[in-house]
């Protein structure tokens, strides 16, 4: 059984930083694509950044690129996300995402396969 957790999501003050992480299990990722959306409530899921099985060029959205970092561990099946200089904006529950069957839409969150259960982040004053 497939499984993704997310975990290191909380509470911070504009201006912090966080690490968010997403421990696979279940199966191997190292050959499929990984990525983080994120959903504040009210809104449509966002993207925030992936890369694609082959260890090649990663991928952000427009509100996050040069703040947030994605990086993946894949002797430990797991994906991280640094998180630096954070914003009110940036307060929504991150998801990690994995597998993209060929020719789905790395941007689009209804083409991943697989979803983990979120965490939280909250940034506030």
């Known amino acids: 059984q497939v499984r993704l957790v997310e975990s290191g999501g909380g509470s911070v003050q504009p201006g912090d930083s966080l690490t968010l992480s997403c421990a696979a299990s279940?199966?191997?990722?190292?050959?499929?694509?990984m990525g983080w959306f994120r959903q504040a409530p009210g809104k449509a899921r966002e993207f925030v950044g992936a890369?694609?099985?082959?260890?090649?060029?990663?991928y952000y959205g427009d509100s996050v690129k040069d703040r947030f970092t994605m990086t993946r561990d894949r002797a430990k099946n797991t994906m991280y996300l640094e998180m630096k200089n954070l914003r009110p904006e940036d307060t929504a529950l991150y998801l990690c995402?994995?597998?993209?069957?060929?020719?789905?839409?790395?941007?689009?969150?209804?083409?991943?396969?697989?979803w983990g259960q979120g965490t939280q982040v909250t940034v506030s004053s």
């Open positions: 279940g199966r191997s990722f190292n050959s499929a694509a």
């Open positions: 995402a994995a597998d993209l069957p060929t020719g789905n839409d790395l941007y689009s969150s209804a083409g991943w396969r697989y």
């Open positions: 890369s694609r099985w082959n260890g090649g060029s990663t």
